[in-house]
């Protein structure tokens, strides 16, 4: 029997293992499923396969299903393993369920029926990660803390408007991901191995039953493509990336005492019973790591690839469902340890008052008394030269007369009265003052809501 000799041929042998997907598709059984369903559905419709046949197939598909990927035969991959089982159940005929497609199509729309609901998850995570921030920073808008550059204490800020910022930062981390989405969802179904079928096939109707928005139309392309899942982990990338800068903040914030976790965010030491980590954090941050590897890894397989199917195409798409899955846990433990965390008023506050940090404050004050701005932050950078630590208003006010007296030979008071100087060094009127379009005072964070 010519069959059993072919089959046997290639079964695979010692590397059948190395070459079957079967594990790893346990993903895509139930995309399989719904694809198989809606191509027999359309061969009955068009009369490419008979009403009885097509009846069987689903009714098998049906136990299929019920029965799991963990009840599927051997085989190569899921998409073998379930024709199989179909055939078990219903005998040769539930082979005709393979007419006028090839597994390259089927694939390629497995993965794009998968990853659709995985990106619609991921949007879903950043949606209420952005609710959760909003919300947060709306009950800090107020609380004044240190900004950094350079991890330095820079110019003081709010928790509201930092948490903002971020928030700002996920609303194009999700629009990047729907943009992806729009590419994700598109049928390749009927384009068989790469070069179409002379059956009388519906594409369009096909897609129209999996809730594809159109098709990829040229066969060759549809078989092929896979820069949908470069996108979406090149999303998926970004986002994590977002993310681990938010957990890397909170985890120098509780260090310092800014920010305390709530228990179910941190964890202990097994061994120094006194300790508190911030792991969620540290974990949050490294799923960057493994997002930015996976996307390499992805555009590494795909370079170079010659048209149309070749099975280098089988070790792809595991990253990027492995990206989503983690970016997805990783935005909703991010957004749970801001919605929980305490910010400690009180050392934020004496922490923006340390350093000098409204010293720009100060300089941009003696601008506007028409100094010109590198006249004035040199006379103020040597007075925070002077300082040295010394921290209270009037030893500062001090040094700053001393500065102007050798940078512009006159008393700051010619420029300044003392009082606006001595406000401009309170970090509250500092950050009420910048008060330009996304700053951080109270009435330019409301105009930003408002938008
Ligand atoms: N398991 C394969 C994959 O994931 C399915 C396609 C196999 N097609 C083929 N011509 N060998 O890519």
């Excluded at 209420?128 to 808008?141: F, I, N, Y």
């Excluded at 923006?352 to 004035?376: E, N």
């Excluded at 006010?397 to 309170?426: K, M």
Aim: proline letters at 3%; hydrophobic letters at 45%.
């Amino acid at each position: 029997d010519g069959d059993v000799v072919r089959r046997e041929r290639f079964s695979g042998g010692p590397a059948r293992s190395f070459m079957s997907s079967l594990a790893a598709d346990e993903r895509i059984f139930a995309a399989d499923v719904a694809v198989d369903r809606a191509h027999v559905v359309m061969l009955d419709e068009r009369d490419v396969i008979d009403r009885t046949d097509a009846a069987a197939i689903l009714e098998a598909l049906a136990d299929v299903e019920a029965a799991g990927h963990v009840a599927l035969p051997d085989g190569e991959d899921v998409h073998a393993a379930i024709e199989t089982a179909v055939i078990e159940r219903v005998g040769e005929r539930g082979g005709r369920m393979h007419t006028a497609r090839s597994r390259n199509d089927e694939v390629a729309t497995c993965i794009r029926y998968r990853l659709r609901a995985d990106v619609l998850d991921a949007v879903e995570a950043t949606i209420e990660a952005r609710e959760a921030l909003a919300e947060v920073a709306e009950r800090h808008a107020e609380t004044v803390m240190p900004g950094f550059t350079h991890l330095q204490p820079a110019q003081p800020t709010t928790v509201g408007h930092y948490l903002a910022s971020y928030g700002s930062a996920l609303a194009r981390d999700t629009e990047r991901l729907l943009d992806a989405y729009g590419r994700v969802n598109r049928s390749p179904l009927g384009a068989a191995a790469f070069a179409g079928t002379p059956f009388d096939i519906d594409r369009e109707r096909t897609a129209e039953l999996l809730g594809f928005e159109g098709l990829v139309e040229n066969s060759m392309d549809a078989v092929s493509a896979r820069d949908f899942l470069v996108e979406t982990t090149a999303a998926v990338a970004a986002l994590s990336t977002t993310l681990s800068g938010l957990a890397e903040d909170l985890v120098v914030f509780s260090n310092r005492g800014y920010v305390e976790l709530d228990d179910a965010y941190a964890s202990t030491s097994s061994i120094m019973p006194q300790k508190k980590n911030p792991d969620t954090m540290e974990l949050v941050r490294g799923t960057a790591g493994d997002a930015a590897a996976g996307l390499n890894a992805l555009l590494s397989i795909l370079k170079g690839l010659p048209r149309a199917y070749n099975r280098d195409l089988q070790r792809a798409h595991p990253h990027a469902f492995e990206a989503v899955d983690a970016v997805r846990e990783a935005t909703t433990v991010a957004a749970g340890a801001v919605a929980t965390a305490e910010w400690d008023d009180s050392s934020l506050s004496a922490a923006a008052s340390t350093g000098f940090s409204t010293a720009t404050g100060v300089a941009d004050l003696l601008a506007m008394s028409g100094i010109p701005f590198r006249t004035a932050h040199e006379t103020v950078a040597l007075a925070a030269e002077s300082l040295e630590g010394e921290r209270d208003a009037s030893a500062t006010y001090a040094a700053l007369d001393a500065a102007a007296e050798e940078t512009l030979g006159e008393p700051l008071e010619t420029h300044v009265d003392r009082e606006t100087v001595e406000a401009a060094l309170d970090p509250e009127e500092s950050v009420a003052s910048r008060n330009s379009v996304g700053g951080p005072a109270l009435s330019a964070v409301d105009a930003a809501d408002a938008h």
